[in-house]
């Protein structure tokens, strides 16, 4: 499904992803680099740079686990999409305000290396699921 995400998206789109930790935020974002031909190894947790950067800029990977408010208005984020690259935010409900138009995906844990994906593309009255 991410794979499928990424490649429905249109440049400088915002993914806000959000999930329990360990719900597979990251594994999710393996998969939506993977769908855009981006080698899925050069993901990694950003819990600790904060922002990373695949495929020469086609993906920014933000991770706000650790972050204030303020300390995310300090990052710039709104920035990101301007040069066509797509965002996933990992912890987005971290976010001081919403991003206009991101898409919404909402992961939960079923446990046995299964996941409940909710995504929400802004279309009023449109919510995707599946495991």
Request: aromatic share 6%; glycine share 16%; net charge negative.
């Amino acid at each position: 499904m991410a794979a499928q995400l990424a490649r429905s998206l249109a440049p400088g789109s915002v993914v806000a992803l959000t999930g329990d930790l360990g719900a597979g935020k990251t594994a999710f974002v393996r998969g939506f680099v993977e769908g855009l031909g981006v080698d899925p190894d050069e993901v990694t947790s950003p819990t600790f740079t904060v922002i990373q950067e695949y495929g020469g800029g086609r993906v920014f990977h933000v991770d706000l686990y650790r972050l204030t408010g303020e300390e995310v208005d300090d990052l710039g984020l709104e920035e990101l999409p301007e040069g066509g690259g797509l965002v996933c935010i990992e912890w987005a409900e971290r976010l001081p305000r919403p991003f206009s138009g991101a898409v919404a995906v909402h992961i939960i844990d079923l446990g046995e290396d299964r996941r409940e994906l909710m995504i929400d593309d802004g279309c009023p009255g449109v919510t995707r699921s599946g495991n």
